[in-house]
Protein backbone atom coordinates (compact mmCIF):
# COMPACT_ATOMS: atom_id res chain seq x y z
CA UNK A 1 0.00 0.00 0.00
CA UNK A 2 1.69 3.25 -1.31
CA UNK A 3 1.73 5.91 1.24
CA UNK A 4 0.42 9.12 0.92
CA UNK A 5 2.06 10.97 -2.05
CA UNK A 6 2.62 14.52 -2.96
CA UNK A 7 3.86 16.13 -6.12
CA UNK A 8 5.18 18.15 -6.90
CA UNK A 9 8.02 18.15 -4.22
CA UNK A 10 9.64 21.17 -4.83
CA UNK A 11 7.82 24.35 -6.57
CA UNK A 12 9.16 27.52 -7.63
CA UNK A 13 6.80 30.53 -8.75
CA UNK A 14 7.24 34.41 -8.68
CA UNK A 15 5.13 37.05 -7.41
CA UNK A 16 1.63 36.86 -8.85
CA UNK A 17 1.77 33.59 -10.33
CA UNK A 18 -0.37 30.43 -8.84
CA UNK A 19 0.34 27.50 -7.63
CA UNK A 20 -1.38 24.00 -7.63
CA UNK A 21 -0.45 21.43 -4.69
CA UNK A 22 -1.84 17.83 -5.50
CA UNK A 23 -2.09 14.87 -2.75
CA UNK A 24 -2.66 11.39 -3.10
CA UNK A 25 -3.96 9.91 -0.22
CA UNK A 26 -3.76 6.32 0.58
CA UNK A 27 -5.61 3.38 -0.75
CA UNK A 28 -8.78 3.49 1.15
CA UNK A 29 -8.46 7.03 2.93
CA UNK A 30 -11.34 9.36 2.93
CA UNK A 31 -10.17 12.15 4.50
CA UNK A 32 -7.34 14.65 3.60
CA UNK A 33 -5.80 16.93 6.05
CA UNK A 34 -3.26 20.31 4.70
CA UNK A 35 -0.54 21.77 7.08
CA UNK A 36 1.92 24.28 6.20
CA UNK A 37 4.93 24.81 7.97
CA UNK A 38 6.64 28.45 7.78
CA UNK A 39 10.71 28.12 8.08
CA UNK A 40 11.59 27.32 11.69
CA UNK A 41 8.23 26.94 12.92
CA UNK A 42 5.74 23.18 13.56
CA UNK A 43 2.86 22.54 11.41
CA UNK A 44 -0.37 24.50 11.18
CA UNK A 45 -3.44 23.43 10.22
CA UNK A 46 -5.03 24.59 6.99
CA UNK A 47 -7.84 22.59 6.07
CA UNK A 48 -9.55 19.18 6.61
CA UNK A 49 -11.82 17.74 3.44
CA UNK A 50 -13.79 14.15 2.57
CA UNK A 51 -14.47 13.66 -0.69
CA UNK A 52 -16.31 16.56 -2.40
CA UNK A 53 -17.11 18.12 1.00
CA UNK A 54 -14.69 20.46 3.09
CA UNK A 55 -15.03 19.94 6.72
CA UNK A 56 -12.88 22.69 8.33
CA UNK A 57 -10.84 25.66 6.97
CA UNK A 58 -10.90 27.42 10.21
CA UNK A 59 -6.77 27.53 9.29
CA UNK A 60 -6.99 28.83 5.57
CA UNK A 61 -6.31 32.53 4.61
CA UNK A 62 -9.17 33.68 3.75
CA UNK A 63 -7.93 34.95 0.58
CA UNK A 64 -6.11 33.30 -2.32
CA UNK A 65 -6.15 30.27 -0.90
CA UNK A 66 -8.83 27.66 -1.63
CA UNK A 67 -9.11 23.17 -1.27
CA UNK A 68 -10.37 20.74 -2.80
CA UNK A 69 -10.87 17.16 -2.96
CA UNK A 70 -13.02 15.49 -5.78
CA UNK A 71 -14.84 12.46 -6.33
CA UNK A 72 -12.54 11.43 -8.40
CA UNK A 73 -8.60 12.26 -8.26
CA UNK A 74 -5.79 14.04 -6.08
CA UNK A 75 -6.84 16.58 -3.53
CA UNK A 76 -5.71 19.91 -4.84
CA UNK A 77 -4.33 22.97 -2.72
CA UNK A 78 -4.23 25.97 -4.77
CA UNK A 79 -2.30 29.54 -4.14
CA UNK A 80 -3.43 32.18 -6.76
CA UNK A 81 -1.10 34.92 -6.87
CA UNK A 82 1.40 34.05 -4.48
CA UNK A 83 3.51 36.10 -2.21
CA UNK A 84 7.26 35.83 -0.92
CA UNK A 85 5.29 35.06 2.68
CA UNK A 86 3.31 31.54 1.12
CA UNK A 87 6.79 30.61 0.86
CA UNK A 88 6.97 27.30 3.11
CA UNK A 89 6.51 23.36 3.30
CA UNK A 90 3.23 22.25 2.71
CA UNK A 91 1.94 18.45 3.74
CA UNK A 92 -0.91 16.60 3.63
CA UNK A 93 -2.33 14.06 5.47
CA UNK A 94 -5.08 10.92 4.93
CA UNK A 95 -6.90 8.55 7.39
CA UNK A 96 -9.77 5.91 6.78
CA UNK A 97 -13.13 6.81 7.94
CA UNK A 98 -13.62 6.48 11.52
CA UNK A 99 -10.05 6.89 12.61
CA UNK A 100 -7.68 9.11 14.27
CA UNK A 101 -4.17 8.11 13.28
CA UNK A 102 -3.03 10.91 10.03
CA UNK A 103 -0.37 9.63 7.59
CA UNK A 104 1.85 12.39 6.45
CA UNK A 105 3.22 12.59 2.57
CA UNK A 106 6.78 14.05 2.36
CA UNK A 107 6.07 17.55 1.43
CA UNK A 108 6.22 20.05 -1.46
CA UNK A 109 8.39 22.61 -0.55
CA UNK A 110 6.66 26.26 -2.22
CA UNK A 111 9.31 28.99 -2.90
CA UNK A 112 8.17 31.96 -4.53
CA UNK A 113 10.84 34.44 -6.15
CA UNK B 1 -7.78 26.63 21.59
CA UNK B 2 -5.12 24.12 22.50
CA UNK B 3 -1.55 24.68 22.13
CA UNK B 4 1.29 23.10 22.40
CA UNK B 5 4.73 23.96 24.03
CA UNK B 6 8.16 22.73 23.44
CA UNK B 7 10.60 24.96 25.56
CA UNK B 8 13.99 23.43 23.99
CA UNK B 9 14.51 24.80 20.51
CA UNK B 10 18.12 22.50 20.59
CA UNK B 11 19.31 19.61 22.91
CA UNK B 12 22.31 17.48 22.47
CA UNK B 13 23.30 14.31 23.64
CA UNK B 14 26.09 12.15 23.47
CA UNK B 15 26.28 8.75 21.54
CA UNK B 16 24.71 5.71 23.41
CA UNK B 17 23.44 8.40 26.21
CA UNK B 18 20.10 9.42 27.11
CA UNK B 19 17.69 12.53 26.45
CA UNK B 20 14.77 14.20 27.36
CA UNK B 21 12.92 16.02 25.27
CA UNK B 22 10.07 18.23 27.01
CA UNK B 23 6.43 19.34 26.08
CA UNK B 24 3.35 20.84 27.80
CA UNK B 25 0.34 21.49 26.28
CA UNK B 26 -3.06 23.30 26.99
CA UNK B 27 -6.57 21.87 26.73
CA UNK B 28 -9.42 21.42 27.95
CA UNK B 29 -10.96 18.13 26.75
CA UNK B 30 -9.96 15.18 28.46
CA UNK B 31 -10.15 12.62 25.66
CA UNK B 32 -7.27 13.62 23.21
CA UNK B 33 -4.25 11.93 21.65
CA UNK B 34 -0.50 13.12 22.12
CA UNK B 35 2.36 12.57 19.13
CA UNK B 36 6.24 12.74 18.93
CA UNK B 37 7.11 13.04 14.87
CA UNK B 38 10.65 13.20 13.94
CA UNK B 39 11.38 15.54 11.04
CA UNK B 40 15.00 14.93 9.67
CA UNK B 41 16.27 17.05 7.18
CA UNK B 42 14.55 15.17 4.05
CA UNK B 43 11.26 16.70 5.80
CA UNK B 44 9.41 13.78 5.77
CA UNK B 45 7.41 13.56 9.18
CA UNK B 46 7.68 10.24 10.72
CA UNK B 47 5.33 9.27 13.82
CA UNK B 48 7.93 8.11 16.55
CA UNK B 49 5.52 7.24 19.19
CA UNK B 50 1.53 7.64 20.07
CA UNK B 51 -0.72 8.21 23.14
CA UNK B 52 -4.03 8.27 23.80
CA UNK B 53 -5.15 9.91 26.96
CA UNK B 54 -7.50 7.74 28.47
CA UNK B 55 -4.81 4.98 29.11
CA UNK B 56 -2.59 6.03 32.09
CA UNK B 57 0.42 3.48 30.82
CA UNK B 58 3.10 5.28 29.21
CA UNK B 59 3.74 4.13 25.62
CA UNK B 60 6.65 2.53 24.63
CA UNK B 61 8.59 1.75 21.29
CA UNK B 62 11.84 0.35 21.19
CA UNK B 63 14.39 3.06 22.52
CA UNK B 64 11.92 5.77 22.76
CA UNK B 65 8.86 5.91 25.60
CA UNK B 66 7.21 8.60 26.99
CA UNK B 67 6.26 10.47 30.43
CA UNK B 68 3.19 11.67 30.35
CA UNK B 69 1.33 13.25 33.27
CA UNK B 70 -2.37 14.21 32.33
CA UNK B 71 -2.97 16.13 35.47
CA UNK B 72 -0.08 18.61 34.50
CA UNK B 73 -0.53 18.57 31.25
CA UNK B 74 2.76 17.20 30.37
CA UNK B 75 3.95 14.62 27.94
CA UNK B 76 8.16 14.33 27.60
CA UNK B 77 10.50 12.03 25.26
CA UNK B 78 12.98 9.94 26.26
CA UNK B 79 15.34 8.71 23.83
CA UNK B 80 17.83 5.96 25.32
CA UNK B 81 20.96 4.82 23.49
CA UNK B 82 21.05 7.76 21.32
CA UNK B 83 22.08 6.93 17.90
CA UNK B 84 23.39 9.10 15.24
CA UNK B 85 20.32 8.37 13.39
CA UNK B 86 18.16 9.76 16.11
CA UNK B 87 19.45 13.43 15.05
CA UNK B 88 16.33 15.94 13.70
CA UNK B 89 13.65 17.91 14.55
CA UNK B 90 11.09 16.45 17.24
CA UNK B 91 8.01 17.97 17.09
CA UNK B 92 5.33 17.15 19.90
CA UNK B 93 1.53 17.39 18.43
CA UNK B 94 -2.16 17.19 19.78
CA UNK B 95 -4.63 15.64 17.88
CA UNK B 96 -8.03 16.61 19.46
CA UNK B 97 -10.62 13.74 20.30
CA UNK B 98 -12.86 14.03 17.23
CA UNK B 99 -9.28 13.66 14.95
CA UNK B 100 -9.62 16.67 12.62
CA UNK B 101 -6.38 18.59 13.23
CA UNK B 102 -2.91 18.61 14.82
CA UNK B 103 -1.97 21.16 17.11
CA UNK B 104 2.27 21.37 16.86
CA UNK B 105 4.46 22.25 18.97
CA UNK B 106 7.77 24.56 17.53
CA UNK B 107 9.87 22.07 17.39
CA UNK B 108 13.46 20.75 19.29
CA UNK B 109 16.30 20.24 16.98
CA UNK B 110 18.55 17.47 18.31
CA UNK B 111 22.07 16.54 17.85
CA UNK B 112 23.62 13.33 18.66
CA UNK B 113 27.04 13.95 19.37
CA UNK B 114 29.75 10.73 18.53
Known amino acids: NAGVMQNPRHLVRRRGQEARLRCSPM?????VYWYRQLPEEGLKFMVYLQKENIIDESGMPKERFSAEFPKEGPSILRIQQVVRGDSAAYFC???????????FGPGTRLTVT | AQTVTQSQPEMSVQEAETVTLSCTYDTSESDYYLFWYKQPPSRQMILVIRQEAYKQQNATENRFSVNFQKAAKSFSLKISDSQLGDAAMYFC???????????FGTGTSLTVIP
Open chain 1, 27 to 31: KGHSH
Open chain 1, 93 to 103: ASSPPNEYEQY
Open chain 2, 93 to 103: AYLTNTGNQFY
